[in-house]
């Protein structure tokens, strides 16, 4: 229900309620943009034998949240309950359609011993993929272990790393992780978000560039910070990866993942595929493989 007491989805979409969740995202997503929101969850209108069911399955999928409602003191038989979006899912082949490392059939990547499975890897995104894949990476990667002769270290190297990691825990001014990740996140939803143009992206891509420049001011009080610090460094760079794929495929798929206002439709005739992305000299190579049935 939006703020105006609307039930939406029964407009929005044939199946009204029941409609596939990352429908009920995309949609809800809409409403907000719209100016209708907050949006709640309605379950005045429930029976008692489907709420008693409800309540006894509420933690099934997010094993918090009776205890979350119940500190909360929100009671869903007698009133609304305001809503946040979260993840889509449930949408693309797979639970998830993200990016990942790309494989190939033993799970190795184009990095010579790196190895990936699951949600880390280019397919697989559920707990029998991310076993079964984990299994076989397993074994690919002790194979190629057993054939390799240890490395020669550049220690000079190891400890630019350590240093580069270390910085932030060295200075006494600057920003803190949450200032840095803040800029990124509104970037990222007002420019990379479910509805993308190539104007907006482009804009996104030179704003987190911009962003890129506030890293050497990163600072950190503990090593829980400094954790963090590293990590913004991390997303960061993964927002810009995304800005750069979305604006490669000149389509939409997976709605909401990547709704290209510019390029409504899905085109599997040209775009039924991966977009790769390939760091070549610390720019980012983008190429597209098309899928094989």
Request: glycine residues 8%; charged residues 30%.
């Amino acid at each position: 229900m939006n703020a105006v007491g609307e039930y939406y989805m029964e407009e929005r979409h044939p199946m009204g309620n029941r409609a596939p969740r990352n429908d009920l995202v995309f949609y809800s997503l809409k409403e907000l943009k719209e100016g209708r929101g907050p949006l709640f969850i309605d379950c005045r209108h429930l029976s008692d034998s489907a709420m008693d069911h409800l309540s006894k399955t509420l933690g099934y999928d997010k094993d918090t949240l009776p205890d979350f409602f119940e500190q909360r003191g929100e009671d869903l038989r007698k009133k609304p309950v305001e809503i946040a979006l979260s993840e889509c899912m449930q949408t693309g082949p797979t639970e998830l359609s993200g990016g990942g490392i790309h494989i190939d059939r033993d799970c190795a990547s184009t990095v010579p011993g790196l190895y990936a499975a699951g949600d880390c890897a280019s397919n697989n995104k559920t707990v029998h993929g991310a076993t079964t894949s984990g299994y076989h990476a397993g074994k690919a990667a002790a194979t190629y272990a057993l054939k390799r002769r240890p490395l020669d270290i550049d220690m000079n190297y190891v400890k630019e790393l350590c240093a580069n990691f270390l910085a932030p825990l060295e200075r006494r001014e600057g920003l803190s992780y949450r200032q840095v990740e803040a800029i990124i996140g509104k970037v990222m939803l007002e420019n990379v978000g479910p509805e993308r143009t190539a104007t907006s992206l482009k804009l996104g891509l030179e704003k987190l560039k911009k962003t890129e420049e506030l890293l050497s001011e990163l600072k950190a009080q503990d090593t829980h910070e400094l954790m963090r610090a590293n990590e913004t460094k991390s997303i960061l760079q993964v927002g810009k990866l995304m800005a750069q794929a979305a604006l490669y495929r000149e389509e939409s798929r997976f709605k909401p993942y990547h709704c290209r206002l510019d390029f409504p439709e899905t085109d599997d005739e040209n775009w039924c595929g991966l977009v790769l992305i390939e760091n070549q000299k610390g720019e980012a190579r983008l190429s597209f493989k098309k899928l094989s049935y």
